[in-house]
């Protein structure tokens, strides 16, 4: 027997609205999964970034190990790094997340440090001579001026952890990563193709968003442009 003509699932496309009006919790469950793992990953990296290159710029030796680390930790796969982290976590979301925190402190703590290290040193003589103590100098003149390399980091960070929350199927908590491999599985088109498109979706909205934080957290880069 075929399949009726208007059933796209059945005849398993690609493109299937029936798809999306019947999985819509589904869907939903996923995308909030995803959201919440790619958030909570990133928050927790860009707060052990910023002492991080807050250390490697004040004490110069710290530079180097800092940096080292960090790049090293980036360049392991992400099966090989789930696999080194899963006696720790086991399978859970932590497992997850701790991963992707040590993926995104390569690009947080390098931008974050290429922002401080960029802060003209007159700026900085300014500053003390107008008496600025060091916790002021950091947070009023430092930070800001870094503030437009940190955003370029944490976007690429963020675009870079939408993706690989996806390799978190393999514990069972990959967000849409999670249809993608089912799907994959049973070879069920429809789910790939949408499961896939909100991940872009989401990377493309968060980068965006993102973007604007920064032009409004930074409106003397505007006048400058």
């Not at 796209?8 to 999985?23: D, K, T």
């Not at 703590?109 to 922002?115: E, T, W």
């Not at 978190?168 to 070879?187: D, F, Q, R």
Request: charged share 10%; proline share 5%; glycine share 8%.
């Amino acid at each position: 027997m075929t399949a009726p003509p208007d059933d796209c699932l059945a005849r398993n496309e690609w493109l299937c609205g029936a798809y999306l009006s019947s999985r819509r919790e589904i869907l939903w469950d996923a995308v909030v999964q995803h959201l919440q793992l790619t958030v909570v990953s990133v928050l927790i990296g860009l707060a052990l970034a910023v002492p991080l290159a807050l250390a490697a710029r004040h004490r110069r030796w710290a530079a180097g190990p800092v940096l080292g680390v960090t790049t090293v930790l980036y360049t392991v796969p992400s099966l090989a790094m789930f696999s080194l982290l899963l006696p720790v976590y086991g399978l859970s979301a932590s497992l997850v997340v701790a991963g992707l925190v040590l993926y995104s402190l390569t690009l947080l703590v390098r931008n974050i440090l290429a922002g401080l290290r960029a802060v003209p040193e007159e700026t900085r003589q300014a500053a003390r001579g107008m008496g600025y103590g060091p916790l002021r100098l950091l947070l009023a003149v430092e930070l800001p001026l870094a503030l437009p390399a940190a955003m370029a980091g944490l976007r690429i960070a963020t675009v870079s952890a939408v993706s690989l929350v996806t390799v978190g199927a393999i514990v069972g908590y990959g967000g849409l990563g999670n249809l993608i491999y089912s799907g994959m599985n049973t070879y069920f088109k429809a789910q790939v193709l949408t499961a896939s498109v909100l991940c872009v979706v989401i990377a493309v909205a968060a980068d965006l968003l993102l973007l604007l934080a920064q032009r409004l957290l930074t409106p003397w880069t505007r006048r400058q442009s």
